[in-house]
């Protein structure tokens, strides 16, 4: 794991999710092969199958120790062993509890990027998350004119060049992170909504589909999960407080 930011602190031995707290759980995915073989005996039958289905042994290795993560922390919130947790899914292929479970009013969301997984939990509250490690993108000025909004391309251009490459993963994350939090995948444009992007500017969601209302429903937050790292989190409501952890 490189170096993490100060706002990540290690967490309580028996960490509560109260209603207006929403946590990030920060992880490095290279694990050794002894947490490896726990993981896998958490997992389902279907998610063996789709462990197995990788063509690259880090993608295998990433996703066991991300899903077995997720459901041990589910586990620790909702006091049942981690192999014990079942998952219904959306539409568009988004994870929630199921059955009983579901009553508990725990959401959650995961996203992972090369080696460094972020993991969102919220109570009776919708939450999207997403990371990406920063870098330059040879075509980052033609994806921004495809997948931003006009406002934003205005405000991305006018970004010094050696800001550009955070200027974009800002911008992205926060997209990803909207676009997971709705439950509708790509079905929703990119371009439809609008989010700050400029470095060391606060994160927030400006308007969706041209209204600043509906953009006022949710609240917005930056993350800095690691080094070289952009991430973005946003939930249901603004009453809520941003609690993050790093998984020892």
């Known amino acids: 794991m490189t170096a993490l930011q100060s706002i990540w602190s290690l967490p309580p031995a028996n960490p509560n999710l109260p209603q207006d707290e929403l946590h990030v759980w920060v992880a490095s995915l290279n694990r050794p092969q002894i947490q490896l073989d726990q993981f896998w005996q958490y ?73 460094v997984a972020l993991l969102a939990f919220a109570r009776h509250r919708e939450v999207g998350v997403d ?60 371009n439809s909504f609008d989010v700050t992007l400029k470095p060391g500017e606060p994160a927030k969601l400006l308007q969706v589909k041209g209204s600043r209302e509906k953009a006022a429903c949710w609240k917005l937050e930056n993350l800095e999960p690691a080094t070289g790292y952009a991430g973005a989190v946003i ?11 790093h998984w020892p």
């Open 131 to 190: 990371i990406e490690q920063v870098r330059p993108l040879d075509d980052g000025e033609q994806i921004a004119e495809r997948f931003f909004s006009k406002n934003e391309v205005a405000v991305f251009t006018a970004v010094p060049a050696e800001q550009k490459p955070q200027a974009f993963f800002n911008c992205w994350t926060r997209k990803e992170a909207f676009i997971k939090v709705i439950g509708e995948g790509l079905s929703c444009p990119l």
């Open 43 to 115: 997992l389902a039958e279907d998610e063996q199958a789709r462990a197995n289905r990788f063509y690259f042994d880090h993608d295998r290795v990433h996703y066991i120790v991300a899903r077995g993560l997720l459901r041990q922390l589910l586990g620790s919130y909702l006091q049942l062993p981690a192999a014990k947790i079942t998952f219904a899914y959306g539409d568009h292929g988004k994870p929630e509890l199921a059955a009983a479970q579901a009553q508990s009013g725990v959401r959650f969301n995961i996203s992972h990027a090369q080696g």
């Open 235 to 245: 939930a249901e409501g603004r009453e809520w407080a941003l609690r993050c952890w």
